[in-house]
């Protein structure tokens, strides 16, 4: 099984690449250009990572390209970022002129490829200037926006929409993110992608050494939260939901997973006030772990009974995916992108409170057949709807729809 | 059995694929939902009834609709839920008659109702369109019979474009399947009605191609015995 598509294949169903196939079929030759501003880390560049060889693999000439500058461009585009999300930020005039000026030389740099291109796909603010250089571009342009917009800081957003106006198009991932444009806004939702460490089957040997490592009883209950340390995702009342249960549970475990916060000093803070609260217990774990522990963390999501992801303020979520798609029930905030995914009694429950997170998980751990069967509808609600493979379908989809205008249903010969 | 090959067009199988757009307008209560429902392009109000079935959206098994989903998980509603989901698009003729059904319930209950409800900021009712793209699976149905065997293969979107999205383009409103037998005269009379006996509102796309190989498998198996 050599080719990416056949990979993907085994595991959503040949049906859906067929599908892929046919719907690729009339783009064959087309050229498509990516851009965002890193090849390593980061969930963009994790997707485009696959994103690209599969559209090449469907006959689609497709390139990725990244804009790079001083480091006070990406002081800039990290206060964009911070706005977006609704942060109030006073961005400097030099850094602003830093951020186009990094953007007119690339747009130099990348002048043949982007000309030529018949679409090209700018992925968050970064490259969103790009466009000012482009004034008659061929092909169609369109801004790809992964970021919860839904309520940014006017400021910086009335800077940015000025270059976001031009493009032929945007795709945001929920609707509640969209903001107001004269475009058309395509709404994508985010994708897992299966194949990726995080996401990969495992051997039971690996989930035990996890388990060994972080003195984790596979004989007694583990419930787990994978997030930041961030007020929104809200540890403290996941060890509040804890210990209410525990009472009545008391082999209860509970371990928090998160990064390293040391370049975040509200995530120190948060940090702290979860160690001082999972004092004194040694069946709750706080671990930080590096960027790159996959592996680690797809074992603790396996060896968990049930996933929580408590939060106050959410994205799109794609920790509940990823865990749902290891068929376990998930407990989430009722907030953003959670939304979808966590249908009451069905694949999760949603919850508003820790007494509420509480009640639930008790719930859950005396009724397992009901845990198992919730596990088996949310594996299978990721497989039809959160997978790499229909990220990859609305992009093509996308792409008739951009060449064919308003028309609400677009026939092809 | 024997297939007697049909000198009609055959059947050409399609499929479709579904993307979603924001339009913008939000509601936050009844008034706004209603207010918005006036104005919207038929497109949305067609969207937010059938679109669910091609998009990521758990199969609600009590609410079948948009509106009854948020009106019930969002306003806490459930009397006028009942009321919304209950509704059939396949029984309006055209998507006005629908708009105007959905605006006479939802303000009846705004007259039963003293305080309106608001949803929270961040879960109000999105008002939302669509593009389908259409496309050729190269292949292609020569008799009725051929359906037993290519049903099951088909995809959901196949499924979509011809049982649902036919109803827009065929005359009296029927599905593609019963628009190609109908070509045949008065032969898979039986057939037909079998068919149309089969609800697409309230079933997913894949119990819809179980259904609908079942009663092609069953026709079939009759004319046999």
Redo the contacts between chains.
Sequence with gaps: MNSMLEKYGSITGWDVIEHLRQLARPLKGMRFVHVNSTRVGGGVAEILHKMVPLFNELGINTTWEVISGEPEFYQCTKSFHNAIQGVQVDIPESYLKTYEKTNEQTAQELEAVLKEADVVIIHDPQPAALIDHFPNHKGKWVWRCHIDMSRPFRQVWKYLREFVSRYDASIFSLSDFAQPLPHPIYLIAPSIDPLHEKNVDIELEEIREVQNRFKIDPERPLILQVSRYDRFKDPIGVIHAYKLTKKFIPSLQLVLVGGDAADDPEGEVVLNEVQVAAKDDSDLKVLLLPGDAHRTINALQRASDIVLQKSIKEGFGLTVTEAMWKNKPVIGGDTGGIRIQVVNHHTGFLVNTPEGAALRIRYLLQNSDMMKEMGLKAKEFVRENFLITRHLREYLTLIYALLHGEEERIELK | MKANRSKLEPFYIK?C??????T?KRAQNLRELIEHLRAADP?SIYYHFWGGLLR???D?PEYHNDFGIWVAHSLHNKILAERLAVIDPVEFDTLEDLRNELIEIIDESLDETEFPTWAKR???F?F???????????KSVQHPLDFVDVLP?I?V?SIFYHFI?GRRRNPNMVDDFRNWLTGFGDKYADLIQMVGEICPYFTPLKELRKELTDVFINYFQDQDS
Excluded: C, W, Y
């Design positions: 499929d694929a579904l993307i979603a757009i924001a913008g497109k990521p959206r758990f609600d961040d879960d109000q999105e939302m369109e669509h593009q389908i793209v259409v496309f050729n699976t190269m293969r995809s979107g999205d």
